[in-house]
């Protein structure tokens, strides 16, 4: 990496981290649900929330590997965990940690496959059967996507919450930036692993409406609703919250998945087996957002037809006031816990229970 851009680099992370510090002082910290450590390795853990036996396949959520996975769980009220644990289901979440040491090294095969895999023998052990739910986000449901196209076994479901699955220059906000612009060759400018902020910049720089305006716009909608407003700011804080990414894993997902769309071709190799769209054969389901720049619907709906999956289905969600960035309203917007997460549960329950 260039020396102005490791200070830029070093300076935006310090003042993240100093607004991070106030917006905790100032009460906006998250309240995760109790969980222990089910596994642990180089670049990850496994929290685990089951309390007594659980029926049925098992929830695994999987979060992006850009920032910390507790947004899943963030409060009471907005909690993905805590809406299954009600539900009475075995729930994981995989969260990914700071790559240093041998996990800075690692690629798209290391995190959709081998610790992908970890997880999923966890709670394989755990439950004495291996069948389990894969619910991703964003990248992490791309990844979720990849894992359960590579090892198809115990899959009982997918559902991917704004996930992308195939890259079309002519819709995806991302893909276009990446191919055309020196920033995306600089966030691979020779370090070992990239900054969370430079991997916000980036998203900021790619689709400002989607990083930058909506924050403030959601902002002034949540002004008169304290608890919007709260739920606003608990956010804010969470975005502050970073992780690197291995600089490996990112030229993979730039190279291999935007830039070549080897997932949509069938021609991705993954960790010694081609795979493609094609390869999965679970029930899919996908959350959209209407006006998504991340995981346009022009793109996701589409590519669910190239699978083999025998039961597809699509979701649309319609951001509410609150979420601060509209790409995580899904999974903890207020309008999402009321309205659409019963409905993805009782999707899945008719899927994987009968």
């Known amino acids: 990496m260039h020396p102005c851009a490791a200070m830029l680099s070093f300076g ?3 003042l993240r981290r100093i607004h991070a510090g ?10 995760p649900t109790p969980s222990w450590v089910a596994t642990e390795r180089p670049g990850m853990r496994l929290l685990a929330y089951q309390d007594g036996a659980a029926e049925g396949p098992a929830i695994l959520l999987v979060p992006a590997p850009i920032k910390r996975a507790y947004i899943f769980d963030l409060i009471e009220r907005a909690s993905v965990v805590r809406r299954w644990r009600e539900a009475g289901r075995a729930v994981f979440l995989l969260e990914w940690t700071d790559p240093v040491g041998p996990s800075s090294r690692y690629g798209l095969a290391d995190y959709a496959d081998r610790l992908l895999s970890v997880a999923r023998d966890t709670v394989a052990r755990a439950l004495g059967h291996d069948r ?7 990248l992490g449901g791309t990844l979720a996507a990849l894992q359960a196209a590579r090892r198809p076994e115990g899959v009982a479901a997918l559902v991917l919450l704004e996930s992308p699955l195939v890259f079309d220059p002519d819709i995806d906000a991302f893909a276009p930036w990446l191919r055309t612009t020196p920033a995306a060759r600089r966030l691979l400018g020779g370090a070992a692993t990239v900054a969370g902020s430079e991997l916000t910049l980036a998203a900021v720089m790619a689709a400002p409406d989607a990083f930058l ?19 606003h700011l608990r956010v804010l ?8 990414l291995p600089a490996p894993l990112l030229a993979d997902v730039l190279q291999l998945l935007y830039r070549e769309n080897r997932f949509r071709h069938g021609t991705l190799e993954l960790a010694g087996m081609t795979i493609g769209l094609a390869d999965i054969v679970a029930p899919i389901l996908a959350v959209v957002e209407s006006d998504s720049r991340v995981a346009p619907p022009e ?3 589409p590519a669910l037809t190239l699978t083999s999956s025998p039961r597809r289905q699509t979701f649309t969600y319609e951001s509410d006031a609150g979420v601060a960035l509209a790409h995580v309203g899904v999974l903890v917007g207020m309008d999402a816990h009321r309205r659409l997460w019963p409905q993805i549960m009782r999707w899945i329950s008719e899927t994987v229970d009968h």
Request: aromatic share 8%; with cysteine.
């Open 12 to 14: 935006l992370d310090s």
């Open 22 to 31: 106030w917006l905790q002082v100032l009460g906006c910290g998250a309240e």
């Open 132 to 138: 389990v739910v894969l619910i991703g986000h964003s």
């Open 213 to 231: 305006w909506h924050r403030w716009g959601d902002a002034l909608a949540s002004m008169s609703d304290v608890e919007r407003q709260h739920l």
């Open 237 to 244: 804080r969470w975005a502050l919250d970073e992780i690197a």
């Open 299 to 301: 793109e996701v709906v």
